[in-house]
């Protein structure tokens, strides 16, 4: 059984920042692909950030240069660092990991709970 609660969200100033943690608990074996996503009110769910188990990233365009993702292995977490913050930065965050359970020859995508970040004066 595999586990990830998210923390960190909340209302913000625009120009503020915010620092959104994920972290996988459970039986676990490999962690690979760590990323955030985000969903506003009536739009898709679309990726922010992507880090690879070697540490590579990509963002989408509308986060580069403001956003920063980066994980912790030895604690099975990854974090989004978000500066500059803009009202149009405001939805719902979820993190998603691809993780392989002990015991498994198989890794499977999980999604954490989600969490509101709200960018408004």
């Known amino acids: 059984q595999v586990q990830l609660v998210e923390s960190g969200g909340g209302l913000v100033q625009p120009g503020g920042s915010l620092r959104l943690s994920c972290a996988a608990s459970g039986s676990i074996s490999n962690i690979y692909t760590m990323a955030w996503y985000r969903q506003a009110p009536g739009k898709q769910r679309d990726m922010v950030a992507h880090?690879?188990?070697?540490?590579?990233?990509n963002y989408a365009d509308s986060v580069k240069g403001r956003f920063t993702i980066s994980r912790d292995n030895a604690k099975n977490t990854v974090y989004l660092q978000m500066n500059s913050l803009k009202p149009e930065d405001t939805a719902v965050y979820y993190c998603?990991?691809?993780?392989?359970?002990?015991?498994?020859?198989?890794?499977?995508?999980?999604w954490g709970q989600g969490t509101q970040v709200t960018v408004s004066s």
């Open positions: 998603n990991q691809v993780i392989q359970s002990l015991g498994s020859y198989i890794s499977l995508a999980y």
């Open positions: 880090i690879t188990n070697s540490g590579l990233t």
